[in-house]
């Protein structure tokens, strides 16, 4: 009988939960191809609903435009702090995963020593990543989820924004790689099932619509959960030493390219 009505009781909390947060009107972009000529007419519709410009690392808020993030200029380090891209180079957008680890491939100084992660993975899983923009890649080392949550460019200000979209390189499952948007209640605006593309590139973006108004933006979005596959870079440190692994068929190891957000606001 208790268990009957704590059941009753947690139902009823959960239905209030959900009544209480909002229903928000959006756009969802998706799109998957072999390289990347194949998603860029995508891309480049999807940052024109973001505001068109890229504001770069102008301090703000700004009144229009939006931000990305390439990974590939020279200063971006190979074991790259969550808070690179709004301390170092001010993008305002702060990274949180599993022990605080993010690396970024291919560093500039000294020469090269890693290509799409070869000194994480064994060339047979690296060798599958392709790269939208230029030769650079990004990824979460202990896990395949991180967080990334918004600030104001420039300061230390929670910031929210009215879309992100990314690149992903090398998904190979369905719904394994995913992202969810949280406005800053913490109830969830959407989640996106990011389309396969084997040995390619895909793309996902969301944008928050005025619910009478789809060309306006609405600034909402607090913080994106992102969900890489099944399988961290960290599984294989040990493997990728031995010439000719072979991963299993169920794994799924995926990495990300660019970025692309709002401008982060108030």
């Known amino acids: 009988?208790?268990?009957?009505?704590?059941?009753?009781?947690?139902?009823?909390?959960?239905?209030?939960?959900?009544?209480?947060?909002?229903?928000?009107?959006?756009?969802?972009?998706?799109d998957a191809a072999h390289?990347?000529?194949?998603?860029n007419g995508t891309v480049?519709?999807?940052?024109?609903l973001l505001g068109g410009d890229d504001n770069g690392n102008a301090p703000g808020p700004l009144e229009k435009g939006q931000r990305s993030i390439n990974w590939d200029a020279g200063i971006v380090p190979f074991n790259m702090p969550g808070d690179f891209f709004n301390t170092r180079?001010?993008?305002?957008?702060?990274?949180?995963?599993?022990?605080?680890?993010?690396?970024?491939?291919?560093?500039?100084?000294?020469?090269?020593?890693?290509?799409?992660?070869?000194?994480?993975?064994?060339?047979?899983i690296s060798n599958q990543f392709r790269r939208f923009s230029l030769e650079r890649l990004f990824t979460p080392v202990l896990s395949?989820?991180?967080?990334?949550?918004?600030?104001?460019?420039?300061?230390?200000?929670?910031?929210?924004?009215s879309g992100f979209g990314a690149v992903f390189t090398d998904v190979d499952k369905v719904r394994r790689t995913t992202m969810v948007y949280l406005d800053k209640n913490g109830c969830r605006i959407a989640k996106?099932?990011?389309?396969?593309?084997?040995?390619?590139?895909?793309?996902?973006?969301?944008?928050?619509?005025?619910?009478?108004?789809?060309?306006?933006t609405i600034p909402v979005i607090s913080k994106v959960l992102v969900k890489l596959g099944n399988t961290p870079v960290s599984r294989f440190s040990e493997l990728r030493r031995f010439h000719g692994y072979r991963p299993?068929?169920?794994?799924?190891?995926?990495?990300?390219?660019?970025?692309?957000?709002?401008?982060?606001?108030y």
Do not use: H, W
């Open 144 to 161: 395949n989820r991180f967080a990334i949550k918004f600030q104001i460019p420039a300061k230390t200000d929670a910031a929210k924004v």
């Open 35 to 39: 390289k990347a000529a194949g998603i």
């Open 89 to 124: 180079v001010t993008r305002g957008a702060v990274l949180m995963a599993k022990g605080g680890k993010f690396a970024v491939s291919n560093p500039a100084m000294p020469p090269p020593e890693d290509d799409r992660f070869s000194s994480l993975l064994p060339k047979s």
């Open 44 to 48: 480049l519709r999807y940052k024109e």
């Open 248 to 265: 299993r068929r169920r794994t799924d190891v995926v990495v990300m390219d660019d970025f692309f957000y709002g401008e982060p606001m």
């Open 1 to 30: 009988m208790k268990s009957t009505i704590f059941a009753i009781l947690f139902s009823a909390l959960v239905a209030i939960v959900a009544a209480s947060c909002p229903r928000y009107r959006t756009i969802i972009l998706t």
């Open 192 to 216: 996106i099932n990011v389309p396969p593309k084997g040995r390619g590139l895909s793309f996902a973006g969301l944008v928050v619509v005025d619910k009478y108004n789809p060309k306006k």
